[in-house]
């Protein structure tokens, strides 16, 4: 590493390491915008599911490229929703904690999600309260921060708790655009977290608006070299991301974060969902993280 004579040495990216990742997508085989669950769902405006198609299919070819697996559950006529895989399930250690959606519209995507992890080898628990899996539950080092206030319920985040046996931080949201946590926050590092290292090693990023006041002071005080981003990068689903620990796949139209990451050392590639914004979800809604057993991990690696 050089030093720097006027200003501080910025931190380079060969201090961010990429994960590997395993991920599950579903092709937008059936995405239509026929009825309306969030702000961004007008279903009196076109949607083109040859575009979404082919924004969707870079993003899958973006992860593969870059090393991660990307496993497949099947499209389901009917249900255009299903693209966003996050909400299909929470996985950590082989354990599938099953979605129990809020509305109807999407309730019947629960049974083939569940369906989905017994037969991928994963041990499933079907989920008593509603939660939307990965967009309202996100890991961050042993900790799962879940987010309420639109779509999972605090009872669901009870009920994550005890499933897998962690500490859980309820945080609320207040702002209709951004109803699912993985709207409002991004997990750039699961791994090192701020305890870590100093300002250069944030491991979230989040819209401080999209909170209540209480939600906003936990988050302060548990992530203080967080990035936070700005309104307009949140308002374009910026922090509707991925991230391998290195390589943050984000909107190109969040244009400050993209500048903040690479202040922080992080890789930003730019993926345009547009078509699939026209649904309420991103990058991010269409990535749910496939947590294997830790010993499967380790047979995988030797
Ligand atoms: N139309 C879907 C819904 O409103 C979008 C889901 C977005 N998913 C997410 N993880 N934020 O339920």
């Not at 070819?61 to 559950?73: F, K, N, R, S």
């Not at 354990?95 to 992890?117: D, S």
């Not at 109803?179 to 990023?205: E, K, Q, R, S």
Request: one cysteine or more; hydrophobic letters at 40%; proline letters at 7%.
């Amino acid at each position: 590493m050089s030093t720097h004579p006027v200003s501080p040495a910025p931190t380079s990216s060969a201090e961010r390491v990429a994960q590997h990742r395993r991920y599950l997508m579903c092709r937008p085989d059936h995405f239509t915008v026929s009825y309306s669950i969030n702000p961004w769902m007008v279903p009196s405006r076109p949607t083109n599911t040859e575009t979404a198609l082919r924004q969707w299919q870079n993003l899958y070819d973006t992860y593969v490229a870059l090393g991660h697996e990307v496993e497949l559950i099947d499209p389901v006529p009917g249900l255009p929703d299903m693209v966003y895989t996050a909400n299909g399930g929470f996985l950590i250690d082989g354990v599938a904690y099953g979605p129990k959606f809020h509305f109807p519209e999407r309730a019947p995507e629960a049974a083939h999600f569940n369906a989905w992890f017994a037969a991928n080898g994963f041990q499933l628990t079907e989920a008593v309260e509603v939660n939307e899996g990965e967009g309202d539950f996100l890991l961050v080092g042993d900790t799962i921060l879940a987010g309420t206030g639109f779509r999972s319920t605090g009872d669901s985040h009870r009920e994550v708790g005890e499933v897998f046996g962690r500490e859980v931080v309820s945080l609320t949201l207040t702002d209709p655009r951004f109803y699912h946590l993985d709207t409002a926050i991004a997990v750039l590092d699961p791994v090192h977290g701020a305890d870590h290292g100093g300002p250069d090693h944030a491991n979230i990023a989040y819209l401080p608006q999209a909170f209540d006041d209480a939600s906003q002071a936990i988050l302060a005080e548990r992530y203080p070299d967080a990035i936070r981003v700005s309104e307009a990068d949140g308002d374009v689903f910026g922090l509707n991301s991925a991230s391998d620990g290195l390589n943050v796949l984000i909107s190109p139209r969040a244009t400050g974060f993209e500048a903040q990451l690479r202040e922080r050392g992080y890789n930003p590639i730019l993926i345009d969902l547009s078509e699939l914004l026209l649904g309420g979800g991103g990058i991010k809604c269409c990535t749910l993280e496939l947590r294997a057993a830790s010993g499967e991990l380790r047979g995988r690696a030797s």
